[in-house]
């Protein structure tokens, strides 16, 4: 693991790192903030997974999430969302490809050799974590937006001894049922559509996977709500499999970070009340 | 004024805005923040000046100043650093030309047609400012980072009156005496020191300009601390002419917004005290 920068901020450090990852074959970039702490504490950890073009930096930058990170004593992994580079394959839409990985082990060409996020983001950063960070991997929680939020919430449902809490900002919550996502999962994974269900929230809360609850913010003023984000569809999957699901329209907001900053604090508040920090 | 975008954060609007300067001679960007607010109500403005290569929108994106304004109810004005476009002259080097304007009206060639933006910064804008946002313009603070920082103290020191607060993060205090300084000062202005003191905060206080107070936070890690920077400078001029500094001198900080996000809300409180916000 490389040291791609890091800055003192809020007390702690804001790290960018980078290493060769074997899940995806190539050179994988990702930034951690690690508040001040005690020699020998083991912080509890909470994993941002980014939206459509996005790199580790948007949220970096633009997440204003460090000041109640150091308050709450939450350390931040924020990785890319695919593989890079040259020799990787790419579509020149923004929704497939590189910036667009969906959180998928790709089965389709001519994805399949690099576009391996699930393993990258469920096995090999996780391991790379907990080595080299003072983590405390007992006490884990994920939250994300859009593309992000459909990772962190299937993540979650799929590995949920892992994960003691899940959150999400305007999430893709059933890319079987949006653009978006059959245009990725069609790409990434083929025609089969009962291979997507693994990546699908909707789906796998039908399927019988389950958390503990779930938090999701949503502007109304989205230009992607009524195609792309359907939180109605998780409202109705959650009731059905009685998961709580607080769900918050928030009036005006659109899919931005100046949206995502404005609540930030108050979900790493939640997280950090189930993770005991 | 036409509406570059518009975004809901943090209960309020942060907005982008352009209209054409007649003081640059160009098209002009700026960001403004517009705390939720009764009607009727005049909220007191406070301007961040921005520092070498910036644009509008590094604060915007990175400065993490929206949560604090908008609990403080205070306006935030950001404009950019220097005229640009085709036609605009420029520099190949970061800190000369495009982005590096120094908030000086230059004199020299080919400087002296659209680099005026001391004259934008303090009358044009303003009056945009005052006519189109609902600003409480006898209450008005200013601040800035780096160069931004030197624009605000200078422009504070020269319009007392209009300034009720002034602070800094990592100011040029002194740029009759640094390398950044001279290089900018001297292709603005030309070569005669003398034409330079209006645009040195410690030239202006030792030529007689005073300001109620001043604070100043600077990172101990700054790469330009020494070279560029030399707060000392500005102690030793505001102890001679019993001006109030506080000078946080802050360890491990850098120069980068990862340091001026982290003591922003700082700022904004020590405003809103003094404008009685």
Redesign the interface.
């Given at each position: 693991m490389e040291i791609v920068s890091s800055?003192?901020?809020?007390?702690g450090t804001?790290g960018v790192y980078s290493h060769a990852s074997s899940a995806t074959g190539t050179e994988m970039t990702f930034a951690v903030y690690v508040p001040d702490h005690d020699d020998r504490a083991k912080l509890p950890v909470l994993w941002y997974l980014s939206g459509l073009t996005c790199t580790h930096a948007n949220v970096m930058?633009?997440g204003?999430y460090?000041?109640a990170a150091s308050a709450l004593g939450l350390i931040i992994v924020a990785p890319d969302t695919s593989p890079r580079g040259e020799g990787v394959a790419d579509d020149d839409a923004y929704d497939m490809g590189q910036g667009a990985g969906f959180y998928v082990d790709a089965t389709e060409e001519p994805w399949a050799q690099h576009f391996r996020m699930r393993s990258y983001i469920e096995q090999e950063l996780p391991e790379l974590i907990a080595k080299e960070f003072p983590v405390d991997m007992d006490r884990q929680g994920i939250f994300g937006h859009s593309m992000g939020g459909h990772g962190a919430l299937t993540i979650a449902l799929r590995n949920p001894d892992r994960f003691k809490s899940v959150s999400a900002f305007s999430p893709i919550v059933a890319p079987l049922h949006c653009p978006w996502g059959e245009k990725a999962l069609g790409g990434y994974l083929g025609s089969d559509q009962a291979r997507w269900r693994q990546y699908d929230a909707c789906a796998l809360i039908e399927d019988g996977a389950r958390v503990d609850e779930i938090l999701v913010d949503q502007?109304t003023?989205d230009n992607f709500l009524e195609e792309q984000l359907k939180p109605h569809l998780l409202t109705e999957a959650c009731e059905k499999a009685a998961i709580p699901l607080t769900l918050n329209m928030r009036k005006?907001?659109?899919h931005?970070?100046?949206?995502i900053?404005?609540f930030m604090?108050d979900h790493l508040r939640w997280h950090a009340e189930r993770l005991g920090s």
């Amino acid at each position: 693991m490389e040291i791609v920068s890091s800055n003192k901020s809020y007390g702690g450090t804001q790290g960018v790192y980078s290493h060769a990852s074997s899940a995806t074959g190539t050179e994988m970039t990702f930034a951690v903030y690690v508040p001040d702490h005690d020699d020998r504490a083991k912080l509890p950890v909470l994993w941002y997974l980014s939206g459509l073009t996005c790199t580790h930096a948007n949220v970096m930058e633009k997440g204003e999430y460090r000041r109640a990170a150091s308050a709450l004593g939450l350390i931040i992994v924020a990785p890319d969302t695919s593989p890079r580079g040259e020799g990787v394959a790419d579509d020149d839409a923004y929704d497939m490809g590189q910036g667009a990985g969906f959180y998928v082990d790709a089965t389709e060409e001519p994805w399949a050799q690099h576009f391996r996020m699930r393993s990258y983001i469920e096995q090999e950063l996780p391991e790379l974590i907990a080595k080299e960070f003072p983590v405390d991997m007992d006490r884990q929680g994920i939250f994300g937006h859009s593309m992000g939020g459909h990772g962190a919430l299937t993540i979650a449902l799929r590995n949920p001894d892992r994960f003691k809490s899940v959150s999400a900002f305007s999430p893709i919550v059933a890319p079987l049922h949006c653009p978006w996502g059959e245009k990725a999962l069609g790409g990434y994974l083929g025609s089969d559509q009962a291979r997507w269900r693994q990546y699908d929230a909707c789906a796998l809360i039908e399927d019988g996977a389950r958390v503990d609850e779930i938090l999701v913010d949503q502007g109304t003023s989205d230009n992607f709500l009524e195609e792309q984000l359907k939180p109605h569809l998780l409202t109705e999957a959650c009731e059905k499999a009685a998961i709580p699901l607080t769900l918050n329209m928030r009036k005006g907001y659109d899919h931005s970070y100046y949206f995502i900053s404005t609540f930030m604090a108050d979900h790493l508040r939640w997280h950090a009340e189930r993770l005991g920090s």
